[in-house]
T-cell receptor
């Protein structure tokens, strides 16, 4: 199973764009990249999933370079309610969670 | 769409009793469901993979006789914590795969169940 490395924590301000980069040097050909958000005492919430290049949805964008050894989750114009833990996951079948990034949005 | 529910949301029980937690996919059929546990300030730890109509596959170190998993239908999986002890107190979260059965289908998570064993 590919191992991911992401910042333990990040701080940003309301209205800013936040980019969280995840390294996954050992990603396999069949692996997908998925990001989840988790608030305290809640289950993880799906944000976005991609295989290569760029993916965008109504809440975030995911940038994946050609070598797929990293990925960047981009959250546009964050608000206080985006304070949460963000998990970068690389998987083909079952999902194994890493430590995640604690994002703290300041007013 | 893709909503997963869990019941109960929180449960308190006495040491030695058994507790059943239900996980339901409300608007899709899930051939595969997963069970995780999470301790405070820690990440989710995968306990087992549950496939409809077959025995669950447990991760290394998870006692299959203590954590009984049943996946009797395409929308319901249950986790029973048998003879619960205080060290079993944790946040239990299930997830279900939505899609046509591909391995990379998106997993959607339930809201979690807080178990406290006295």
């Amino acid at each position: 199973l590919a191992k991911t490395t992401q910042p333990i924590s990040m701080d940003s301000y309301e209205g800013q764009e936040v980019n969280i980069t995840c390294s996954h040097n050992n990603i396999a050909t069949n692996d997908y990249i998925t990001w989840y958000q988790q608030f305290p005492s809640q289950g993880p919430r799906f944000i976005i999933q991609g295989y290569k290049t760029k993916v965008k949805n109504e809440v975030a964008s995911l940038f994946i370079p050609a070598d797929r050894k990293s990925s960047t989750l981009s959250l546009p114009r964050v608000s206080l309610s985006d304070t949460a833990v963000y998990y970068c996951l690389v998987h083909f079948d079952k999902i194994i969670f890493g430590k995640g990034t604690r994002l703290h949005i300041l007013p | 769409g893709a909503v997963v529910s869990q019941h109960p949301s929180r449960v308190i029980c006495k040491s030695g009793t058994s507790v059943k937690i239900e996980c339901r996919s409300l608007d899709f059929q899930a051939t595969t469901m997963f069970w995780y546990r999470q301790f405070p300030k820690k990440s989710l730890m995968l306990m087992a993979t549950s496939n409809e109509g077959s025995k669950a596959t447990y991760e290394q170190g998870v006692e299959k006789d203590k954590f009984l998993i049943n996946h009797a239908s395409l929308t319901l999986s249950t986790l029973t914590v048998t003879s619960a002890h205080p060290e079993d107190s944790s946040f239990y979260i299930c997830s279900a795969k939505a899609g046509a059965g591909a391995r990379t289908d998106t997993q959607y998570f339930g809201p979690g169940t807080r178990l406290t064993v006295l």
